[in-house]
């Protein structure tokens, strides 16, 4: 069956950096893309980024442009989420994602939480 495990997740200081992993089994995973979301409390779940299943397009939402940056190696079946000049509003719960067969699967989370 369909796993992804997210960890790296951690207090953090404002202007600080992070790096998040997602392992996944259950599928091959180089032939599908992967996304990472996250979930602020009291808000609703949003993408973060998007990278195509050989890595070779990435893309971002608006708020983490220039300070995030996804990333995926194949042969671990893992994809990161590297996250640099961290804020205070970064502060959430980040999921992976993959569509498969038409349905949406899930990793737990790790939370992040941007503070000093």
């Known amino acids: 069956q369909v796993q992804l495990v997210e960890s790296g997740g951690g207090l953090v200081q404002p202007g600080g950096s992070q790096r998040l992993s997602c392992t996944a089994s259950g599928f091959t995973f180089s032939m599908y893309d992967m996304y990472w979301y996250r979930q602020a409390p009291g808000k609703e779940r949003e993408m973060v980024a998007w990278?195509?299943?050989?890595?070779?397009?990435?893309t971002y939402a608006d708020p983490v442009k220039g300070r995030f940056t996804v990333s995926r190696d194949n042969a671990k079946n893992t994809v990161y989420l590297q996250m640099n000049s961290l804020e205070p509003e970064d502060t959430a719960a980040y999921y992976c994602?993959?569509?498969?067969?038409?349905?949406?699967?899930w990793g737990q989370g790790t939370q992040v939480t941007v503070s000093s």
């Open positions: 994602k993959v569509r498969r067969r038409g349905v949406d699967y």
């Open positions: 990278i195509t299943n050989l890595g070779t397009y990435t």
